[in-house]
């Protein structure tokens, strides 16, 4: 059954459109501005209680009539009034069990700012640290320490924080030249989100793998701590007005990094597949993942194909 409620609500925001088939509705798409109506919306809601909507002239798409009031510059209560008329899952109110294993630093933990000089294994933290290059800057930034004693002797540790600045999870890593462990984790859950506190969900976004690829590229990037996005994170960016978001996976996740990539195209965000040519963005360093991320283009789901087809 057509949601008559609904059509007039997205004809307050999108202007009156045109009835197609299939209780489907034309509107002129806010993304390419086309002048005929090719951004069809079906108010019919599907098995899984969405309203589809897809533009035939620039490949938008999504499942909910709220995502593209946001992508739309609509008003917050036009927002609302979506997501009340549609009967949209409230992805910000979902909860589900997790591990709650309260976190803390390491009790062996040191802070690797203003450390002694006289102290030979922090020195040689430091000098693993220099070789990754990770600055002054970055040990202070991101609260970066190490273990002289304990489980996490002689490694770097690295912290990650929620919103609220409230430790949500840790790495270490060995600084010895042939160690018995390259690194340790805790044994909590990774379904968190890295360094949000750090995070602009206004902007562009990029996903990488580790810590140290977020720390060389600086800029609103959120590891995964893997090759997964975690259903939190996952949540967020579905729910985030970000709508440009960059993909950079080492190549031997390629179908992890297509899986994610379709289905946030679905959710009508715009996509870029970073080509890394086989090397991490901790070993490009800054300056050339920049120069990278400026030349990659929008994927598109020809392109999305062309990659499946190739794998």
Not at 13 to 29: D, E, I
Request: with cysteine.
């Amino acid at each position: 059954m057509i949601n008559h409620t609904l059509v007039t609500l997205v004809n307050s925001v999108l202007g009156t459109g045109r009835k197609t088939a299939r209780g489907n509705m034309a509107y002129n798409c806010p993304h390419c501005n086309h002048h005929k109506p090719k951004l069809e919306i079906n108010f019919t809601e599907n098995k899984e209680g969405h309203n589809p909507w897809h533009c035939w002239v620039c490949g938008k798409k999504g499942k909910s009539i709220s995502l593209l009031f946001r992508q739309s510059g609509a008003s917050s209560d036009k927002i609302s009034e979506a997501k009340t008329l549609s009967k949209e899952v409230n992805y910000t109110s979902y909860t589900e069990k997790i591990d709650v294993a309260t976190i803390k630093l390491p009790d062996e933990y040191i802070s690797l700012n203003n450390v002694d000089n006289s102290d030979i294994m922090a020195r040689h933290a430091l000098a693993y640290l220099n070789n990754r290059h990770v600055s002054k800057y970055d040990i202070l930034k991101y609260n970066i320490g190490y273990c002289k004693t304990g489980l996490y002797k002689n490694m770097v540790v690295i912290p990650t924080y929620d919103v609220d600045g409230k430790l949500n999870y840790f790495t270490a890593r060995s600084f010895e030249k042939d160690p018995y462990v390259n690194y340790r984790n805790p044994q909590v859950s990774r379904d968190i989100i890295p360094n949000e506190h750090m995070i602009n969900w206004n902007v562009p976004i990029i996903l990488c793998e580790g810590l140290f690829d977020a720390l060389a590229i600086k800029r609103n990037a959120i590891p995964l701590l893997g090759k997964n996005i975690q259903n939190n994170l996952m949540k967020k960016i579905v729910t985030s007005v970000v709508d440009k978001i960059y993909i950079a996976l080492d190549r031997d996740a390629i179908k992890q990094a297509l899986r994610f990539c379709e289905k946030l195209m679905a959710e009508g965000k715009e996509v870029y597949l970073v080509d890394l040519q086989d090397k991490d963005p901790s070993e490009m360093g800054f300056e050339n993942f920049t120069k990278l991320i400026q030349t990659t283009v929008p994927l598109t789901y020809y392109d999305l194909m062309e990659h499946k087809l190739s794998i």
